[in-house]
């Protein structure tokens, strides 16, 4: 059997796949942003002296870090206008899900980079009278993300294949519009195959500028 | 009288329900240089950092300059000391601290780590701090090393930063914990020539050590630490030279055991 692969009507809609790459990449910086971000709070509340604190943030990764994104979505999409007088976008539904979910995830990741600090640096710091605070953020903080590097492009390279989930509350992203293209053109071969390599594509060169990022970090070796 | 720079009253530490040591007073004037030495777990390093409260001590009080670090509270069975981190950040900026590993921030160059404290908790720019702390780093021979990483460094080397990292805050006092103990045989002599340059200058110092030899040279009085507490103290002659109790004269007749 031979099949004739037919890449028109791909091109005639290219302007539909903008869009979605433009959905795509837009929620994409919003849940790197927020999900890494708040990932590093609650990795420091999880260190902190107060329990209560301590407490709320081993409740938010272990609820975040066990139950799958795509509920998440849907239940942020669908049940929570139900209990609270909110309107959710899908845009929102799907940054609630996927930053909560890489903030458990990414809190993990910047404990175990904090707990790998010897705990000569915090005393060498606190021995010239630096506070709690300003050793976290000038000598602890910064050896600690240059050694989570790696988990932390990981989980940044999840994050951009995470917005695929957010096809399921009818996001306008990449997947969602490939969807589309193919149920109207009959052609998922085309279509499947073209969204994975603009994802690869996407993707690839990020992980080559974290490669360089590490390689400029290491010049103190 | 004077009042004494630096006093210890009283001091207790324990770790769990073992005590480390108990009651320890110790004066200590300006221009002083104590060694302390003893055995291994005589608590000489676990006494010093109660100085700089690295480690908070169980009871007593820690006064320099006359004035008691922390506020006493009167509590139902008792008083008890609290500490609040500002005063213990001030505190440290005035007792400098030289580690037996040398602790040098790795991401920072040899300028950087002498540099950070006079810009992040002195509040200097960073122009005159730069200054400031290539100066520091002269005084201990290491101008030629300001832009190398401490991976690129002789232990020698990063302990000598490690004092102008130290230095450069204008300590008071000076504590070095066993600062030449992880130091190839080869590279002590730098160390000890640098403490003793600072010795010369006249600078107040408490030095846990196990060279011996070096304490006696260097230090104006000697407390041998034993049975929880300071077993016998005096200058080096009396102490190093002619103990008179017999742990202390048995710890010196191991040390000289060997030597020719």
Not at chain 2, 28 to 41: L, M
Not at chain 2, 99 to 109: A, C, G, R, V
């Amino acid at each position: 059997m031979t099949y004739r692969w037919d890449f028109t009507p791909l091109l005639d809609n290219w302007q539909a796949l903008a869009m979605g790459a433009v959905g795509t990449v837009r929620l994409f910086a919003v849940c790197l942003v927020l999900g890494l971000g708040f990932g590093l709070i609650v990795a420091l509340a999880r260190r902190s002296r107060w329990r209560l604190a301590r407490w709320v943030s081993i409740g938010f990764i272990e609820f975040f870090r066990n139950t799958p994104v795509l509920v998440q979505i849907l239940w942020f999409y669908f049940a929570l206008p139900m209990l609270v007088p909110v309107e959710i976008t899908p845009f929102t539904a799907a940054i609630f899900g996927i930053s909560l979910n890489s903030a458990a995830y990414s809190a993990e990741i910047y404990r175990a980079g904090i707990q790998s600090i010897e705990p000569g640096q915090w005393e060498a710091a606190r021995a010239i009278g630096m506070s709690g605070l300003q050793t976290l953020r000038r000598i602890v903080l910064p050896q600690a993300l240059r050694r989570v590097l790696p988990a932390l492009t990981n989980r940044g390279i999840e994050i951009f294949k995470m917005t695929t989930l957010a096809s399921v509350v009818a996001y306008i992203e990449l997947l969602h519009q490939g969807k589309l293209i193919a149920s109207l053109n009959f052609n998922p071969l085309e279509v499947y195959t073209v969204i994975g390599a603009l994802f690869f594509l996407f993707l690839y060169p990020l992980v080559r500028a974290t490669y360089a990022l590490e390689r400029r970090l290491a010049r103190s070796d | 009288m004077d009042t004494p720079l630096l006093r210890l009253a009283g001091l207790d530490k324990r770790f769990g329900d073992r005590a480390v040591f108990s009651g320890v007073d110790l004066d200590v004037k300006r221009g002083d240089r104590i060694a302390i030495i003893g055995a291994s777990g005589s608590g000489k390093s676990t006494l010093l950092r109660c100085i700089n409260f690295l480690e908070r001590p169980d009871a007593g009080r820690v006064i320099l300059n006359g004035e008691p670090v922390g506020a006493e509270r009167q509590r139902s069975g008792g008083t008890e000391t609290r500490y609040d981190e500002g005063s213990l950040n001030r505190l440290r900026q005035r007792v400098g601290m030289v580690f037996q590993q040398f602790n040098l921030f790795p991401h920072m160059t040899a300028l950087g780590n002498v540099m950070e404290g006079l810009v992040t908790v002195k509040r200097m720019a960073r122009a005159p701090a730069g200054e400031r702390a290539m100066a520091e780093l002269a005084r201990v021979g290491l101008a030629d090393k300001a832009e190398a990483y401490p991976a690129h460094l002789s232990g020698g080397q990063k302990q000598r930063v490690a004092i102008a990292r130290a230095l450069a805050m204008e300590p008071e006092i000076l504590l070095f914990d066993e600062p030449t103990s992880a130091l190839d045989p080869a590279l002590v002599g730098e160390v000890l020539d640098t403490i003793q340059a600072l010795a010369a200058e006249g600078r107040t110092m408490i030095l846990v050590t196990h060279e011996i030899g070096f304490a006696y040279h260097m230090a104006t009085r000697v407390l041998f630490l034993a049975e929880g507490g300071i077993y016998e103290q005096g200058t080096p002659d009396e102490v190093l030279k002619a103990p008179r109790r017999p742990l202390t004269q048995a710890f010196i007749a191991g040390h000289r055991r060997f030597s020719f």
